[in-house]
């Protein structure tokens, strides 16, 4: 039995150990699987956790597969970091036990808040009909003053959160009116339900590397071609300089991974 087989390596140091074997240089491999340099260096370093489980096993065994490493050796990588995901979770197996205090504690401050809610709606409304009583015509007239009352205050309060819903969108309107640099793009990301998100542009810089919460919009703006990987890419829409991008043929397994715009990609390659 070899030393490795006794005290097998983390799956960052094998790669990395028969990348060396192979006289390969780390640039050559990200540029022929698709992937950044600096994103493959930090799984060789075993630095790579703050990326979602399951787009680091992929890019494990892709780098592994351009190695040409046997499949039963890539699932004994994709095995290993398994492993250690469930080892760290076994960790907050049990729950911790809850203190009767402190739950009677919550309950009292929950009917707390709940009646000083109930004070400032009431003491709102109240404030809403006086203020709309005030100055107003005969009695015959103002019957239903109070009712219109209401459904005005109503209506400024949708206004309100209809405005607070389209911060984003103002924000987005404004950054896209400024002039753009030759060469460069602006992307807008709108996610619905959390999805992981890497986003490069063409000189390399990092845009986006993380996970991005249900609800969100992000706006960016680099040097194109961007590279481009989502994960649930159903639950994301993309747009750049204002024109939404058919991500359709180059979704796989819920997941895109592409070059956009693709024309300035052929572009530089025939240059």
Do not use: C
């Amino acid at each position: 039995m070899t030393q490795q087989e006794l005290i097998p390596m983390a799956a960052g140091e094998f790669l990395k150990q028969q990348r060396m074997l192979r006289k390969l240089d780390l640039a050559s491999i990200a540029s022929a699987i698709g992937l950044d340099e600096g994103l493959l260096r930090k799984i060789e370093e075993e630095q790579a956790d703050h990326i979602a489980p399951v787009y680091r096993k992929g890019y494990i065994q892709a780098y592994a597969a351009y190695l040409q490493i046997p499949p039963d050796e890539i699932q004994l990588l994709i095995d290993r970091v398994t492993s250690q995901e469930t080892s760290l979770r076994k960790v907050f197996i049990n729950p911790a036990k809850r203190n009767p205090v402190d739950h009677w504690i919550r309950a009292s401050s929950y009917v707390l808040a709940s009646l000083l809610i109930g004070t400032l709606a009431w003491q709102f409304t109240h404030e809403a009909v006086r203020l709309s009583q005030k100055g107003a015509l005969p009695y015959s007239a103002s019957q239903a003053g109070p009712v219109n009352a209401s459904i005005a205050s109503l209506d400024v309060l949708n206004d309100g959160v209809s405005k607070q819903a389209d911060t984003a969108d103002l924000a987005w309107a404004e950054f896209s009116k400024a002039p753009l640099p030759d060469g460069e793009g602006r992307l807008q990301v709108s996610v619905s339900a959390d999805s992981w998100v890497e986003i490069v542009a063409a000189d390399g810089t990092e845009l986006e590397m993380d996970l991005i919460r249900g609800g969100s919009k992000k706006n960016y703006q680099g040097r194109m071609p961007f590279r481009i990987l989502i994960g649930r890419a159903s639950a994301v829409s993309l747009s750049l300089n204002g024109e939404m991008v058919d991500m359709a043929p180059f979704i796989k397994d819920d997941v895109v991974q592409m070059t956009w715009p693709q024309n300035i990609e052929s572009k530089n390659q025939n240059d």
